[in-house]
């Protein structure tokens, strides 16, 4: 069975940064695209940034140029670097892997338990 772990949320004022971490650990096969998404209080949860295996990333408008995506397959893990951080920021943030699976139905997708971000003025 395969779990994810996030770290790196917390507190910081407008103008700050934060480096969010998420690991993936357990019985893994292959692991396919990787991306964080966040969810802000009363709105869906939307896409942030996603990384293909390959390490094609792609972002959403609001955070283009302010945040990057990156992972390292030797570690199983995803990182997003998040600079001057807006409170508009502000949400849970959550992990989301594909899984290649060695046998039917060959692939899984994956949370994570979600992270708070909280950005001051």
């Known amino acids: 069975q395969v779990q994810l772990h996030e770290s790196g949320g917390g507190s910081v004022q407008a103008g700050g940064s934060l480096r969010l971490s998420c690991v993936a650990s357990?019985?893994?096969?292959?692991?396919?695209?990787m991306g964080w998404y966040h969810r802000a209080p009363g709105e869906q949860r939307e896409l942030v940034a996603g990384?293909?295996?390959?390490?094609?990333?792609s972002y959403a408008d609001s955070v283009k140029g302010r945040f990057t995506i990156s992972r390292d397959n030797t570690k199983n893990t995803v990182y997003l670097q998040m600079n001057s951080l807006k409170p508009e920021d502000t949400a849970v943030y959550y992990c989301?892997?594909?899984?290649?699976?060695?046998?039917?139905?060959?692939?899984?997708?994956?949370w994570g338990q979600g992270t708070q971000v909280t950005v001051s003025s």
């Open positions: 357990g019985s893994i096969f292959g692991i396919g695209s």
């Open positions: 989301n892997v594909d899984l290649v699976l060695d046998r039917f139905p060959y692939r899984d997708n994956l």
């Open positions: 990384i293909t295996r390959g390490g094609v990333t």
